[in-house]
């Protein structure tokens, strides 16, 4: 912020704080990072009242901090509506309303109306351009050379449960960065969730290890077969893992799309957590790429058929 000046007289500038809590505060502390943060941008507004700083004697903290929500009400049928807490979209949306300039809509069209503008048209002008600034305009997807703009979207949670969703950055320097983001941050702000954003690439690259790491390595997979298909008469241990080593022998050139199909096929999901992830594979994955490799080479039926009446012979689950 600044101030301006005319000759010797100083242009009044008025001032506000916001406030934002720490994901991590402790419940019931007497004195909270928001007061700290009050006070700090009291006492640095205080120090610039030489050049016409002016303290307007409102100070604002989280939404969600302060249990403010929107209006609530009651429909007829007895249905509780509204009620939701005040976050960045509902903010943006609340200042894009063209009530508050004297119009309304009628039939997907903003008119005149006869009410009084609550705000002046200069005001709303700026507003709008402030807005559009800061808006982020839509960009064709990014796509990866297999095809994809964001391989893992669907598979990726935070440890709170919540999902992460793809984000792109604005363009930079002719480039444009892609991550995985948590949903809460994107509805209230960075650093909301108390979980990191993750890189795109960094986190697809490290997934597609994780799973050529378990192909490289066929007995971690092995050893989580159910009892049912290892039991089996026709199981052969040799062949599986045969398979399985077959295929990480080949991985590095593969084409990316082939290797995005298998990583999809055998992957559950990834937790994030606060100081790493969690990858979970899906073991019916890799019995699948086991089943047509096997089918592929072109293996004696007892084997090729072996999933077929392992499957057949798997117990059953009764019916609710």
């Known amino acids: 912020m600044s101030a301006t000046f005319v000759g010797q007289e100083v242009t009044p500038l008025r001032c506000t704080v916001y406030a934002r809590t720490s994901s991590h505060e402790a419940q019931g502390q007497a004195y909270t990072s928001i007061d700290a943060q009050l006070d700090a941008?009291?006492?640095?507004?205080?120090?610039?009242?030489?050049?016409?700083?002016?303290?307007?004697?409102?100070?604002y903290s989280d939404a969600e901090e302060q249990a403010v929500t929107t209006k609530t009400w009651i429909t007829r049928s007895g249905k509780v509506r509204g009620g939701k807490p005040i976050d960045k979209t509902y903010i943006y949306k609340?200042?894009?309303?063209?009530?508050?300039?004297?119009?309304?809509?009628?039939?997907?069209?903003?008119?005149p109306a006869a009410h009084e503008p609550i705000v002046p048209p200069a005001l709303w002008n700026q507003a709008q351009a402030l807005l559009s600034a800061r808006r982020r305009p839509r960009k064709r997807p990014v796509l990866t050379d297999g095809g994809m703009d964001f391989l893992l979207r669907g598979r990726v949670f935070g440890e709170d449960g919540r999902a992460y969703s793809p984000w792109t950055s604005s363009v930079r320097g002719n480039?444009?960065?892609?991550?995985?983001?948590?949903?809460?941050?994107?509805?209230?702000?960075?650093?909301?969730?108390?979980?990191?954003?993750?890189?795109?690439?960094?986190?697809?690259?490290?997934?597609?290890?994780?799973?050529?790491?378990?192909?490289?390595?066929?007995?971690?997979?092995?050893?989580?077969?159910?009892?049912?298909?290892?039991?089996?008469?026709?199981?052969s241990e040799a062949h599986f893992s045969q398979a399985l080593t077959r295929?990480?022998?080949?991985?590095?050139?593969?084409?990316?799309?082939?290797?995005?199909?298998?990583?999809?096929?055998?992957?559950?999901?990834?937790?994030?957590?606060?100081?790493?992830?969690?990858?979970?594979?899906?073991?019916?994955?890799?019995?699948?790429?086991?089943?047509?490799?096997?089918?592929?080479?072109?293996?004696?039926?007892?084997?090729?058929?072996?999933?077929?009446?392992?499957?057949?012979?798997?117990?059953?689950?009764?019916?609710?």
């Open 41 to 59: 941008g009291w006492a640095y507004i205080s120090s610039q009242a030489g050049v016409g700083w002016q303290f307007t004697g409102t100070a």
């Open 94 to 111: 609340l200042l894009s309303n063209r009530i508050l300039i004297g119009e309304l809509q009628v039939e997907g069209d903003w008119r």
């Open 175 to 235: 480039r444009i960065y892609r991550y995985y983001v948590p949903q809460k941050d994107i509805a209230l702000g960075g650093g909301a969730s108390g979980l990191p954003r993750l890189q795109a690439f960094a986190l697809e690259q490290q997934v597609m290890d994780h799973v050529h790491d378990h192909l490289k390595n066929p007995a971690r997979v092995l050893d989580r077969l159910p009892d049912w298909m290892t039991q089996h008469p026709e199981y």
């Open 247 to 320: 295929i990480a022998e080949v991985w590095p050139v593969l084409f990316p799309f082939f290797k995005n199909q298998i990583v999809l096929r055998v992957l559950d999901r990834v937790t994030a957590h606060r100081d790493g992830i969690t990858v979970r594979l899906h073991i019916d994955g890799f019995v699948e790429l086991i089943r047509e490799f096997l089918q592929g080479k072109g293996r004696p039926n007892s084997i090729r058929d072996i999933f077929d009446r392992a499957a057949a012979a798997k117990p059953k689950k009764p019916k609710p």
